[in-house]
């Protein structure tokens, strides 16, 4: 049987700048198991690289990284975004809604990418809305939310195909620390309800390391300290 959920294999990420380069994760090797992981680091520690390499929206230099046993440098470009469309959920601290769309179009857009039908997508984006507390907001634009109510619209989004694999990027980083904790409190209640669901977190707010620090591994300088 392949081995259940997310694993760095000798991940070396270097950028090039220039004729310079950046070594911005060395030799990593760790296998996240289902459940949460929070990812902490100083900026600049390979976070956010980190993150891509898992949500394959970039190819490590060297060394290999697998889902479920499943190697994603092995997929081809279009593989990729199927892959990210059907089983990845992106979270970011700035919540990336689209402003001319009400949240009914945002929360389904990633299922019309997928042709699913418009009665489908009412249905699901409502039961969304409901599970992440805003019932009833299916016409409410963007502009007329607060950070917390994006941030759970954001969630919602990231839901909407059920992924095996939520990623996070400093979930909490522009809201208030009340804010900041229900979003927690949302993502842990989510988490029980999706028992198979792998979420991984990077940040370094207290608030996220009290609710979530059960599993954590640090960066620095891009290597991971165990
Ligand atoms: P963190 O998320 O922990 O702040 P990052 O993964 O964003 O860290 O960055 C790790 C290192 O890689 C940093 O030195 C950063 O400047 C560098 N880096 C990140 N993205 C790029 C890029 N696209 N091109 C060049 N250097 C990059």
Redesign the pocket.
Known sequence: MAMRGLEFSHVTKR?S?GSSH?L?LDEVNHHFQPGVTLLR??????????LHLAGALDDPTQGQVLFHGHSLSSLSEKEKTQWRRTQVGFVFQDFHLLGQLNLMDNIAYPLHQRGRSAKDCRTRVTELLKQVGLMGYERRFPRELSGGERQRVAIARSLVACPKLLIADEPTANLDSKTGQSILDLLLTLLEQHSEMLLLV?SHDQLVMDALGAQQVQ?QD?RLLS
């Not at 680091?41 to 980190?50: A, F, Y």
């Open positions: 950028y700048l950046v911005a680091g100083p900026s600049g520690s390979g976070k956010s690289t980190l990077a960066l891009g």
